[in-house]
């Protein structure tokens, strides 16, 4: 009986772990906001139905650590750090009668969970590992520019504006602003060389910042791509359809597919549209409509449409959540002139399918109308 109503707790607070902190975070925003009173009554108690949440999650995380190998190790472990930094420190401060306004703020420790809970921090983390040669050498221009514009503006602009660039801090102050392109104005060269140092201190910026950019950029996306392609080559390798070939033919496939995910009940392709790709199942089960057939994981479907004149022969539907392999037609073609083996047990197999749907004459029912309520992912 302990067990479900832990597993639900814990489904709760996976769900409601992001709404719980966003509303959180904007509740002590608007807090110091010296709002009516009532209005003030209504965020604490918001505030504290969050700390009571993270309460809950602390808890949480301590019995399932208690049912596992290593929990001394846990409990010293970052992750139960954040557990008591979210909960304790305000606590406290609110037993100690610090005023509410200072005490929320706190709560500013309730960020720390994010990384945690969030994929796309250590898609960040890798990125900034595999790129770190790059950015280091960007961060080194950075300095050596900073450096050299603060000492040449301290030497030329000293003279003139003595309270401004009289000291090399300042200058370097003048330097971070307008090489970050933030250019308050609160310091500003006044001689000829002066500005004309300034003019390239700012050029420099742009170029120091976009190739900042270019970098992160370019890595997030190669590091996606070889995200994407480890879970197509693991999917790929599964397949039976697949099972004779090569590891390095299965990489080259690999590379051709592209994995999708459905919900149940999603309509996959729908009888008359045009299509030009076909799908292996990795995992799952579809239906397909009107010819009483189902397909489960290593089957595929999709190839009558692709063979054919393009126009789907029957609506297909996911039974439960399936993930896919996607093949588009000039992929297939590639894969036909390479694996002309497999590419013979598709067309068979299409054959095969015609044929049967040929002898039935209801084969080509429409699917019932909750089937059609659905997006098709074809399209
Ligand atoms: P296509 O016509 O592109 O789109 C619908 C798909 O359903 C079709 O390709 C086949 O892959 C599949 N299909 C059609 N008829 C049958 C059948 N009788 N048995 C199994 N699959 C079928």
Redesign the pocket.
Same mark, same amino acid.
């Given at each position: 009986m302990i067990r479900p109503s832990i597993d639900a707790l814990s489904g709760f607070v996976d769900s409601a772990r992001n709404v719980v902190l966003a509303v959180g975070l904007i509740c002590i925003v608007v807090l110091p906001m010296h709002l009516p009173y009532s209005e003030v009554h209504w965020l604490e108690a918001i505030l504290w139905a969050c700390l009571a949440f993270y309460a809950l999650e602390w808890a949480l995380d301590i019995s399932r650590w208690s049912k596992r190998d290593h929990f001394r190790e846990r409990l010293l472990s970052f992750q139960h750090v954040i557990d008591i930094l979210a909960v304790v420190p305000i606590l406290a401060a609110n037993l100690l009668g610090i005023p509410a306004t200072t005490a929320w703020l706190l709560g500013a420790f309730w960020l720390l969970k994010l990384p945690a809970a969030t994929s796309g921090f250590s898609l960040l983390g890798h990125v900034f590992l595999a790129e770190a040669n790059s950015l280091m050498t960007v961060v080194k221009v950075f300095v050596f520019v900073l450096v050299m514009a603060a000492i040449a503006m301290h030497l030329v602009e000293r003279d003139a504006q003595p309270a401004a660039f009289g000291t090399l801090v300042n200058s370097l102050y003048w330097a971070v602003t307008t090489l970050t392109t933030t250019g308050y104005g609160d310091i500003v060269p006044v001689t000829p060389l002066g500005r004309l140092i300034a003019g390239f201190v700012m050029i420099s910026g742009l170029a120091v910042f976009g190739l900042w950019t270019g970098i992160l950029a370019t890595g997030f996306a190669a590091e996606t791509r070889r995200r994407d392609f480890v879970r197509t080559w693991e999917f790929v390798a599964k397949v039976p359809f697949f099972k004779p070939l090569s590891p390095a033919a299965i990489i080259e496939i690999a590379r051709m597919l592209r994995p999708i995910d459905v919900a149940e009940r999603t309509v996959i $392709?729908r &009888?008359g549209r045009q299509?030009d790709c076909?799908?292996f199942i990795a995992e799952g089960l579809v239906e397909?409509a009107?010819?009483? $057939?189902q397909?489960g994981s290593g !089957?595929?479907?999709?190839?009558? !449409?692709?063979l054919?004149d393009g126009?789907?022969?029957?609506?297909?539907t996911a039974v439960v959540p399936s993930t896919l392999l996607v093949l588009d037609l000039t992929d297939y073609r590639i894969f036909a002139a390479h694996y002309p083996d497999l590419a013979h047990a598709v067309e068979e197999?299409?054959a *095969?399918? *015609?044929a049967?749907?040929n002898k &039935?004459p209801d084969?080509s029912a429409e699917p019932g109308a909750a089937a059609n309520r659905h997006a098709t992912v074809d399209e």
């Open positions: $392709v &009888k299509g076909m799908y397909v009107g010819a009483g $057939v397909l !089957a595929f479907f999709g190839e009558m !449409a692709l054919g126009t789907r022969t029957a609506t297909v197999e299409a *095969r399918r *015609r049967e749907r &039935k084969i």
